[in-house]
């Protein structure tokens, strides 16, 4: 594999498992000096020791904190999410502003954070993990929904600033991947449309899907890695969709 990101550095929330632990893993494999930021330190130790990289033990949800971060990364990959899923009726307020601040306003620091780094130096390369829910709407995902429509938005103003200084802002919207994220998703599915956890898999995430499997951390990570080479130089506002043609419909 070609050394592409040879001197990058790369800094990948919720970097211990899932998707950022597979673009952790793609990104080093390609050269980069990865920086796996989580809540989880022992996770994120473990997959260091094993890519070559360094940690930061955070939580996002500690804004106050990051109001006031200077990074020093070449690539931001914002991946760290949560999900919650009630009807909107039903659905805790504090939950609704935990996810709007994990995934919207966290990434908005932490791109105003990087983008004095990537100006100076005529370079960057801002991923955002979206999700199909950032182009397509479910029910009972209100928050989850919304803040992923929010991050589209972001992503599309840091692009339009951000391209003068040679930093291009792109999001990734995979469907349902193949993460603890999802399979935990499958019990409060089932309570919430009534029917069984076995049934959750073809009635609910893959309906709308016609290829009929999850996706795959890997699959997402090569786009992850291709977005941030030098061959996507001219890649900047748009919005990946790898959800198995769901949002074909």
Known sequence: MENTLNGRKALITGGAGGIGAASARALAARGAKVVIADVDAAAAEALADEVGGTTWAVDLLDVESLATLSLDCDILVNNAG?????????????????????????PFLLIRAALPHMYANNFGRIINLSSVHGIRASPFKSAYVSAKHGLE?????????????????????????????????????????GIPESEVLAKIMLTESAVKRLVEPEEVASLVAWLASDHAGMVTGASYTMDGGWSAR
């Open 82 to 106: 949560i999900q919650r899923i009630s009807p909107i009726e039903d659905f805790e307020p504090a939950d609704f502003r935990r996810l709007i601040t994990l995934m919207l306003e966290a």
């Open 153 to 193: 938005g972001l992503s599309k103003v840091t692009a339009l600033e951000g391209g003068e200084h040679g930093v291009t802002s792109n999001c990734i919207n995979p469907g349902y991947v193949r993460t603890p994220l999802v399979e935990s998703q499958i019990a409060d599915q089932a309570k919430v449309h």
